[in-house]
């Protein structure tokens, strides 16, 4: 089953087209990374996923029904989408930040129910920022202010998550931190995910359905083992490698080749 | 290991063992029956500080004058029970002073929403344009014979609606990027002026002079029918003002963000200026650019309340306090000689705006709608 669809989608900004007639299919319940060189119209297209970026041409559809015809509350209840690079209001608090995550489920009559509360705890929980609740986001490190946005992202209690290159600006441990999250959360809660990565060894750890993209169109998709192979990485990223089991989870490692020309 | 299943489920029961509850950091929850507000405990706490501020500024810019009236008979005339004094303070204070209490929220109502939506605090609607086109037309106006108060303040909307749009025209590229927003603001603000002045030579003599004192923002001779239509116009936005404080908690975060949250970024920015442009353009209308009130107050509010977002109740509270007590200065400053208002705001707000500009600096810029 897949909730989530793209078909035929021409994507641009403004002349400058970025994706051709782009068909994918999310599947429900697993974690779906979309991995390509810079550039290539990864992050675009989850924007289009998650109705930040109007097609050109083709649709997005959620549950056979085009995004463009559906209230953005109501997507925002079914759609959570954390942005590359967020920015949070000056001298906001982490819990205020987080609460705001319950926005879509809020009316003005009804700004904080006994629901938003459990929903803010658990995000909260769950992400490890329940001890930074009171501090002012800005003070925060990369790393916890990662945490504190995946926190707001996952108080919107969306089914489908999508994630635009959450391990930036992180260093490797606060990446594979951040990571580990998005597949807990997956296990845990069976939530459709969709992450955008631009470390193909990251993407083939963590993925259950890998998409690799170039030049705005889809090369290859499937599970990481089927699809991480020499060819491709030669094909997509142009680059000379060996690939071998990933020695403690067995995925595909890829080992760029011979630098020095030996 | 949890046992939970999905989400959100009317009947999913509380998990055990319960964490902590987290709300909000700072704020408290009203409820009644399915209803419920979250209110900011300082914001509330500052805003009763204000209530009380402003009423010790009206009671002394009631008693304080050319004579003197003691608070007790001051008290007597507001409650509308006979008094010796009533000319003086019924007359000729009270409803000058309402003016200026109304003038003050209003700009600072104002300077909060255009901030916020510019994300940018030297965004306020005295700074990028909107009193300036309110005063352009209204000077127009004077100088071709339009003089009655009835009209003016609908001349002066007008004049802020079309400098606003222009600002936004001239602004737009793919998206608002608040640096080119406050930028091409103070260029139409300067052109603005120029206008004014050119429509004040063009006029006849005694016109410019009345047109002068106008512009520098004046309560002098302001009475009941300019409080009405200030009072009325409030009272009518009222509704459109708590939507606005709601508003303006998504649409402080980034433009991606608030989208992906289900917010109708266009219309609600829209919405929330053109509730700012009308209560500058309003206030604008009825005693001229107080220069500075909207830019002012609603930092000032902020700085006190501390909340991520600028608060609508005290930044209108702190522009009427400054504007009562700045009016109270004016009249008594070089007395006998009783200066414009718009003359003190400007000198506290010149020096302020400086150091903003300064300051702006080590602030990185923002967009505003769409991708840059």
């Keep these: 089953m897949t909730r989530l669809q793209a078909r035929e989608l021409t994507l641009a900004y403004e002349e400058r087209t970025v994706v051709h007639g782009l068909d994918l299919d999310i599947p429900d319940g697993q974690v779906t990374v979309i991995v390509g060189p810079n550039a290539c119209g990864k992050s675009t297209t989850l924007r289009a996923l998650g109705r930040l970026l109007k097609p050109r041409a083709g649709s997005v559809l959620l549950d056979g029904t085009a995004l463009a015809k559906l209230p953005t509350k109501r997507i925002a209840q079914q759609i959570g989408l954390l942005p590359q690079s967020p920015v949070a209001p000056e001298a906001i608090t982490v819990a205020d930040l987080v609460a705001r995550g319950r926005q879509p489920h809020q009316h003005w009559w009804q700004q904080w129910s006994d629901e938003d509360e459990r929903a803010v705890t658990e995000a909260m929980s769950r992400t490890d920022v329940a001890e930074l609740a009171e501090r002012p986001v800005d003070e925060l490190s990369g790393g916890q202010r990662q945490r504190v946005w995946i926190a707001m992202a996952l108080a919107q209690e969306t089914e489908l998550l999508l994630l635009d290159e959450p391990t930036t600006f992180l260093d490797i441990s606060h990446q594979v931190e951040v990571l580990d999250l998005v597949r807990q959360l997956n296990h845990d809660r069976g939530r459709t995910v969709v992450v955008v990565l631009h470390d193909l060894n990251q993407a083939a750890r963590y993925a259950d359905h890998l998409v690799a993209m170039r030049a705005g169109e889809v090369v290859a998709s499937g599970a990481p083992s089927k699809v991480v192979t020499a060819e491709l990485v030669r094909e997509v990223f142009g680059l000379d490698c060996v690939v071998v089991p990933d020695p403690v989870t067995g995925s595909p490692l890829v080992v760029p080749g011979a630098p020095w020309g030996a | ?372």
């Excluded at chain 2, 927003?181 to 016109?207: C, E, H, N, Q, W």
């Design chain 2, 1 to 372: 290991m949890s046992t939970r299943t999905a989400v959100g489920g009317d009947s999913t029961t509380v998990p055990t063992p319960t964490p902590e509850r987290r709300r909000p950091a700072g704020y408290s929850v009203l409820r009644t029956g399915r209803a419920s507000f979250l209110v900011h405990r300082r914001a509330v706490t500052v805003a009763a500080v204000l209530t009380l501020l402003l009423a010790a500024a009206t009671l002394a810019y009631l008693c304080v004058g050319e004579s003197f009236v003691p608070p007790g008979e001051a008290l007597k005339v507001v409650l509308g029970r006979p008094s010796p004094d009533e000319l003086v303070v019924g007359t000729l204070r009270l409803p000058r002073m309402v003016v200026g209490l109304l003038v003050g929220a209003a700009f600072g109502i104002a300077g909060a929403l255009v901030q916020t939506v510019a994300r940018n605090p030297l965004a306020s609607p005295d700074i990028i344009g909107i009193s300036q086109g309110a005063s352009a037309l209204t000077v127009g106006a004077l100088t071709f014979g339009v003089t009655s108060y009835a009209v003016l303040p609908y001349v002066s909307i007008a004049g802020g609606l079309v400098a606003a749009a222009l600002v936004y025209v001239f602004a737009w590229r793919g998206g608002l990027q608040a640096t080119r927003f406050v930028l091409i603001g103070i260029g139409f603000a300067i052109a603005l002026r120029s206008i004014t002045t050119l429509f004040m030579t063009k006029g006849d003599y005694l016109v410019a002079q009345q047109a002068q004192i106008w512009m520098t923002g004046s309560l002098n001779g302001r009475s009941w029918p300019e409080a009405q239509l200030l009072g009325s116009t409030l009272l009518i936005l009222l509704p459109a003002i708590a939507w606005a404080a709601r508003a303006q908690r998504t649409v402080s975060m980034d433009d991606d963000t608030a989208t992906a949250l289900g917010v109708r970024l266009g219309r609600v920015r829209l919405g929330l200026v053109l509730v700012g442009v009308v209560l500058a353009s309003v206030a604008t209308g009825t005693a001229g650019p107080v220069d500075f009130v909207a830019l002012l107050a609603p930092q000032i509010a902020r700085r006190m309340t501390r909340t991520a977002q600028i608060p609508l109740v005290c930044s209108a509270l702190t522009g009427a306090v400054v504007v009562v007590l700045a009016d109270l200065l004016a009249r008594r400053l070089f007395s006998p000689t009783e200066l414009p208002v718009g003359v003190l705001t400007a000198a506290v707000g010149a020096p302020y705006l400086i150091w903003l500009i300064g300051k702006r600096h080590s602030i990185r810029s923002r967009t505003v709608g769409g991708k840059s």
